[in-house]
């Protein structure tokens, strides 16, 4: 294993001391309880959004903290679900009495965690509503989910669900348009190799020279099997049909998303997205947004996912707005 890191136990901490000095003018940390949150936090009038997860999938969740996206983010130790006091204490210092969106993947230990700081912030009075992501068609169930992973859907979600924070939009009308980001996205994904997690020392799962996994998830989790290498194009149509299979988007709008799962360059990106675009106009889908990056990453692992969301006149306007993060900005 070679990474450029301290001592194993450290890589979450000395992270974080990392994102605080390098983005102080957007974010702060609360470095007892890993917290990175907006220096302006709590926004007058406002709801407060927060999500969180393992870390190891930067920039998600905290490169997405700041203006326009999420108020505060919670960082749990590497693909591990941060504890209940983390994202308790995160509520806390965005809440400005308008409530709280949880944006929680859908992972098991996110779940319960999430839910369980929610009822630690309803006994100080704080309001909070959940909404929980999951969109890959890759399994119905997997190593740490009951249903459907949370995966890339997450990054649109911050962002549209954000800017409409941003605008002052009401809780109950962020968790509808959250709802309705859930019911139009789906996302598919592959690896040409494994993550390495520091603590294991080694990839969490081993691919020959000549093979791929299709299917799988942010931790390196199964998928839904292991092929041969193929051709961009080939590996795009493995991605994308499963999704045109398990929902309608026919005649739909869409924002596209090309993620790279961490060691994928971005040049092997564009060849996807190419190769994805070609496909989604043959099946009369037509792009209106794209995002193409590495957003949503499992360390080092090789591999791409690609997203799909049916995008109503409101999402683009709200995808458009300006957003000032370290992951992600633009009109401002």
């Not at 974080?16 to 390098?22: F, I, P, Q, S, T």
């Not at 809440?95 to 929680?104: A, C, K, N, W």
């Not at 603590?199 to 093979?211: I, R, S, T, V, Y």
């Not at 999402?315 to 992600?328: K, N, R």
């Amino acid at each position: 294993m070679k990474k450029l890191i301290n001592a194993v136990d450290d890589v979450v901490k000395d992270s974080l001391l990392g994102v605080e000095a390098a983005h102080s003018d957007i974010v702060a940390v609360d470095h007892e309880n890993k917290v990175v949150y907006r220096i302006d936090a709590p926004v007058a009038n406002k709801v407060g959004i927060i999500s969180g997860g393992g870390s190891g999938h930067e920039p998600l969740h905290g490169g997405f903290v700041g203006v326009g996206m999420l108020d505060a983010a919670c960082a749990g130790e590497i693909f591990t679900s941060p504890v209940p006091d983390q994202m308790y204490a995160a509520d806390k210092l965005v809440d400005s009495g308008r409530g709280v969106l949880h944006i929680v993947k859908n992972y098991t230990g996110d779940v319960m965690n999430f839910d369980m700081a929610a009822e630690m912030a309803a006994a100080d009075g704080i309001t909070v509503k959940s909404v929980v992501v999951a969109d890959d068609v890759a399994v119905e169930n997997s190593t740490w989910t009951a249903g459907r992973r949370g995966v890339g859907l997450t990054v649109l979600m911050e962002k549209i669900v954000g800017a409409a924070a941003e605008e002052g939009k009401d809780l109950d009308y962020l968790v509808a348009l959250a709802g309705r980001i859930n019911d139009g996205g789906r996302s598919m994904g592959m690896a040409l190799h494994a993550g390495t997690v520091p603590a294991a020392g080694k990839p969490g799962f081993d691919l020959a020279e000549n093979e791929m996994e299709v299917g799988i998830g942010i931790h390196g989790e199964p998928g839904r099997e292991r092929r041969p290498i193929a051709s961009a194009s080939e590996i795009a149509d493995m991605l994308v049909q499963p999704i045109l299979h398990d929902l309608d988007y026919r005649g739909s709008e869409v924002i596209c998303f090309v993620n790279g799962m961490g060691a994928t360059p971005l040049i092997e990106l564009y060849i996807m997205y190419a190769e994805v675009a070609k496909i989604l106009e043959a099946a009369g889908v037509r792009i209106v947004r794209c995002l193409v990056g590495n957003y949503i990453t499992s360390l080092d692992m090789a591999g791409c996912s690609v997203t799909l969301l049916k995008a109503d006149d409101e999402m683009i306007h709200l995808w458009d707005a300006p957003v000032v993060t370290a992951g992600l900005r633009r009109g401002k």
